[in-house]
């Protein structure tokens, strides 16, 4: 225990519990005792699916508010009784975290350059950098590595000191890295397990490709963006000569990659032309006109052209009809120097020529141009403005180009695996239970398997390496031994093999996986799937996932995905889903959006007490506001805090009871009965994961407690001759009191600790959560408190309205109430200074005909 201070503040609380909590191993997980009540039968670990936060930047006042959800549901169950298992982690790997080292030091990855042992990037902190290629030094792939694990490790840092002064109550000694050893052993298993099992596999397929980046992107990393466009009317001519047939593009550029012209099956204008030929303007190819269930008969003139590939309905239309392939853009976003065999013409191949080379913009210009030369462009363009598919960290419009990729299995071709995992969805309690439909929607809208491999270098290797053959062709796919892993292919070798075989026998593979296939697997990496068996055994499936709804597609998904392939279970049992922060126009903040605020700012000029509070008081699911500069609902919880150590320290002041004193005062016993009732409302919020209506209850009671029972009872705690009244109130208020700190431990760690050291050996955060039981026998609310709460409102209110002081004495006064408002007049009587007082009883409560001692009336 810890003397009380003179003046109790909130400043340094952080450090000096941050520290304490440390040193004394508050939030450690007892594995041992965990194991005991196991063998004894009770499953009481309460397991945390922590959301890995992107290790590369800032962390954003976003991830405070889900965080801070998160932990307060964990805070609870600790409380509770419950073996915590909760860990760190940091989503380390991945385009984020090259982009940032990219513009931090200057460089780009070059992986033909070798490696330069004395390297020194021609930067530090992104100053003066242009974030262009063309201005970045070119760095082999184990020197960009290196500065990538550098430059983590240095936010990482930064990452856990914020998290700590928020008061996270993580087990710091359980954090993991998604590029660490344990988590690649752990993501390049379960990839040999699911290409073992049929699940994974590589094939040649139309790919969504970032240019700039020059990777292949997910569906689930697709962001639709407004962007400007033209529709350009342009005629196919008809090869039995009668006419023309008019399409509408927004791509002419991709007319020599033109493969047939749809229309919707039911459209009477086309149905006389399906299963007749056009040929394509300015390039001469015969191609088929189709019918599809997907063309729109009100867009447009209601046909259009099918192209290898403009967009993803493309690819359907290419797949289902079995269309040819004449992709003719290359992964750096130019139009590629061989024309499709199809271009056969000499004039058909000059036009090509010229756009050979080129970017789709310049490509698109010049072929407007063409067609307005031949007479095949009808009429001006039409401006518009239309969804164009993004990569979510990308900043140009994504193309589809043909490449060789890995795959494993969701459920968008296997119907018996997205029934299993929509099942899967229905055995995990979603809250709010709405956000089910977001999982579900997704699931069902799947167009195809997921896409794991990247052509980036920051990342989990895909470990294989491939056979050659004498013609140098890639044969078989050649694995490695589990217990060898994590390996690289490019620099390891495999089983049976040499590094002087590489290039003759074999080659290493070089693509990384998408850093979701990592994140995917947080609770196999974090509860030591395989290399412990033991721990994975009490911690899995997790009690919670808590994260934010708009990772619900990817991170929730891959996470039930890889536990339904790998175990056939769910990998948690609940999943909090938190609410987006909107600025004060109520735009969701987003970095792309430069609307963001940083909390390390709030968090010193507030204290970390009123964060969570802010933060606390949203439910899940709910978008809650956020103005920095006029941060309303923070300074009501640092106000918050502060009465805690006020009101605290206040009741602490009167003199102790008689040991063995109980409360017998009727106002007293209704006050620990008001207080029985809010103890059973937040318990049942909370274990419905309500923690905004938990506090909501807590909050209102404690203030009314502060504001009128305090002052109801103070005179009769103050007098040390009071013998059981005496004795009553000050075992009401501290009981009261040690209740209350608890309530508000998990939302007020800092000051509620504080508070408990003053009185109490070991932390509040690890004693236990408050029961109505231990309020003794008071029965339910009699309604006393709120009688007199009213009446003390009205004293208060009509000295108010005399412009006197509240210490005013007030000669008489007549009450009107419910009789039982008698059983509490004489601590009315002393707190509103009363010297008579005329009881009448009523069903209303009201203070008339106050005389005071000034002889205002």
């Not at 922060?581 to 970095?591: E, G, N």
Request: glycine share 8%.
């Amino acid at each position: 225990m810890s003397s009380i201070p003179e003046r109790p503040a909130l400043e340094g609380l952080e450090e000096k519990w941050g520290a304490a909590w440390e040193s004394q191993g508050t939030y450690r997980f007892d594995r041992a005792a965990a194991l005991a009540q196991d063998a004894a039968g009770e499953r009481t670990v309460f397991s945390v699916d922590t959301p890995p936060p992107t290790a590369s930047g800032s962390l954003h006042i976003g991830h405070v508010f889900s965080y801070t959800h998160m932990d307060l549901v964990t805070r609870f169950q600790r409380m509770r009784g419950k073996s915590i298992f909760y860990p760190m982690g940091w989503d380390d790997n991945g385009l984020p975290t090259e982009r940032r080292v990219q513009n931090y030091y200057g460089v780009r990855c070059d992986p033909t350059l070798p490696y330069d042992p004395g390297f020194v990037p021609p930067q530090q902190g992104g100053e003066g950098s242009s974030g262009k290629a063309a201005d970045q030094v070119p760095i082999s792939r184990r020197n960009f590595i290196e500065l990538c694990e550098a430059l983590t490790i240095e936010d990482e840092k930064q990452f856990e000191e914020l998290w700590r002064q928020l008061g996270l109550s993580v087990d710091w000694s359980l954090t993991y890295r998604t590029i660490g050893n344990d988590a690649q052993a752990t993501a390049q298993r379960a990839f040999l397990r699911n290409l073992a099992r049929g699940e994974a596999y590589q094939a040649d397929a139309p790919t969504l490709w970032d240019i700039t980046f020059r990777t292949a992107v997910a569906q689930a990393e697709l962001e639709d963006k407004e962007q400007p466009a033209a529709y350009h009317r342009v005629a196919f001519h008809r090869t039995d000569g009668q006419g023309d047939i008019e399409i509408e593009t927004t791509r002419p550029e991709l007319l020599p990659a033109c493969v047939a012209l749809v229309a919707h099956p039911d459209d009477e204008r086309y149905q006389p032309f399906f299963g007749t030929t056009v040929r394509t303007p300015l390039f001469g190819v015969e191609v088929p006109v189709v019918a599809h269930r997907l063309a729109q008969k009100d867009k447009g003139s209601g046909i259009a052209m099918i192209c290898t590939f403009g967009d993803v309905t493309d690819v359907v239309w290419w797949r289902e009809l079995d269309l040819p392939n004449r992709t003719i853009i290359g992964a750096d976003g130019r139009i590629v120097a061989e024309a499709p065999e199809a271009i056969a013409t000499d004039e058909a191949k000059a036009h090509y020529a010229e756009l050979a080379g080129k970017t789709v913009f310049s490509a698109k210009a010049r072929v407007v141009e063409l067609l307005r030369e031949s007479g095949e462009l009808i009429g001006d363009p039409k401006p518009i403005t239309h969804a164009v598919k993004f990569f979510e960290k990308g900043d140009k419009p994504l193309e589809i180009i043909s490449t060789r990729q890995w795959y494993i299995t969701n459920g968008a071709r296997d119907e018996k695996l997205r029934d299993r995992l929509v099942e899967a969805g229905r055995e995990i309690a979603f809250t709010p239970d709405h956000m089910r439909v977001r999982y579900e929607n997704w699931v069902g809208g799947l167009t195809g398997d997921w896409l794991i491999s990247r052509q980036r270098f920051f990342g989990v290797p895909i470990p294989v390496w491939y056979e050659l053959d004498e013609n140098g062709e890639r044969g078989a796919v050649l694995v490695p031994s589990e217990d060898s892993l994590p390996i690289d292919p490019s620099s390891d070798v495999p089983p049976g093999y040499t590094e002087a075989d590489r290039g003759i026998r074999f080659v290493g593979e070089l693509d990384i996986m998408d850093t979701w296939a990592t994140s995917s697997l947080t609770p196999q990496i974090a509860g030591g799937w395989v290399t412990d068996p033991e721990l994975f055994d009490l911690v899995f499936p997790y009690s919670l996932r808590s994260q934010g709804q708009d990772i619900i597609r990817t991170w929730l998904f891959s996470t039930v995905l890889r536990a339904e392939l790998e175990h056939g279970s769910i990998p948690w049992k609940n999943a909090g889903i938190s609410g987006f922060i909107v600025d004060p126009d109520r735009k969701k903040m987003s970095k792309s959006k430069g609307n963001v605020v940083t909390p390390k700012g709030m968090l010193d000029d507030h204290g970390s007490d009123a964060v969570r509070y802010w933060a606390a008081s949203s439910r899940l699911g709910t978008d809650a506001a956020f103005d920095p500069q006029n941060p309303k609902q923070i300074k009501i919880g640092r106000r918050l805090a502060i009465k805690v150590l006020n009101a605290a320290k206040f009741v602490y002041s009167f003199p102790e009871a008689p040991t063995g004193a109980s409360a017998t005062e009727p106002l007293d016993v209704d006050m620990l009965a008001e207080l029985a009732a809010v103890v059973t409302t937040a318990t049942n919020a909370l274990e419905a994961f309500d923690h905004a209506r938990a506090l909501e209850t807590a909050e209102q009671f404690f203030w009314t407690f502060c504001d009128d029972y305090l002052e109801l009872v103070k005179e009769r705690a103050y007098d040390a001759e009071g013998g059981a009244g005496q004795a009553s109130a000050v075992v009401a208020l501290r009981t009261a009191i040690d209740v209350l700190l608890r309530l508000f431990a998990p939302y007020l760690p800092f000051a509620t600790e504080e508070v408990w050291s003053w009185t109490h050996e070991g932390s509040v955060h690890t004693s236990a959560w408050p029961t109505a039981a231990e309020l003794g026998e008071v029965g339910a609310p009699t309604g006393l408190l709120p009688a007199v709460s009213e009446a003390l409102i009205g004293i208060r209110r009509a000295k108010t309205d005399a412009k006197a002081s509240q210490k005013t004495e007030v000669l008489s006064a007549t009450i009107a109430g419910p009789e039982i408002l008698r059983l509490a007049l004489a601590d009315l009587s002393a707190v509103g200074r009363i010297a008579e007082v005329t009881f009448v009883a009523a069903e209303d409560i009201a203070v008339a005909d106050i005389v005071l001692a000034e002889g205002a009336e």
